[in-house]
């Protein structure tokens, strides 16, 4: 496969989204082919997951439930979009991969990461990104953010702070436990500074 698997990660509010697409800008115009996709998400099918996952309705959906339906929809995304995307040597910008369902399933959850990591290896068949971005928020910052912004929060989002805090701490474990794949970013300067950063950081990785 000649293209480039980059994920992006962080607590809720931590800006990726708008990292990435500054990131997208710049590789595009650079002259890569750039695909910029999302999890959960990316593929018909896996939107209607998502749609089951994050209505906040579903107060019921057991943690595993939960687990099983993020990896479904990882599944889809990579036999649909991922893989092709790949061997047609695009550079692909995921907002979230396996590493949210590891912090937010398998540790703010509490079924455990390497349960969580196991199942997902099921789903992805041992396709991991080559560089994880992850940005490094304050929760308590991120979560004002998220609170701030006028859409409407979905299920995992309105969660209280303790949760979004022990999602913090999962994220720290895992840039303990991955520190070949994941680069942490400071995500508490302004958003300009930060997508410097990660631009950088990708084009180092793209040129290795
Ligand atoms: P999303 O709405 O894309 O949030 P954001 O824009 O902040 O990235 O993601 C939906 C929520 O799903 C988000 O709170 C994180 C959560 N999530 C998991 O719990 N596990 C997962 O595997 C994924 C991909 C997301």
Redesign the pocket.
Known sequence: MDGVFISFEGN??SG??TVIEKCADVLTKKGYQVLVT???GGTNISEQIREI??NKENKEMDVRTEALL?AAS?RQHIAEVIIPALAKGYIILC???ID??LA??GHARGIGIDKVFEMNMFACEGLLPSLTVYIDVNPEVGFSRMKKDCRKL?R??LEAINFHKTVYQGYQELVKRFPNRIVSVNGDQNLEQVSSEVIDLVLKHIKK
């Open positions: 809720d509010g990726k989204t999302r999890e959960p996952i994050l993020y990882r907002d979230r991969f949210s369902s937010y399933q979905d995992l989002e």
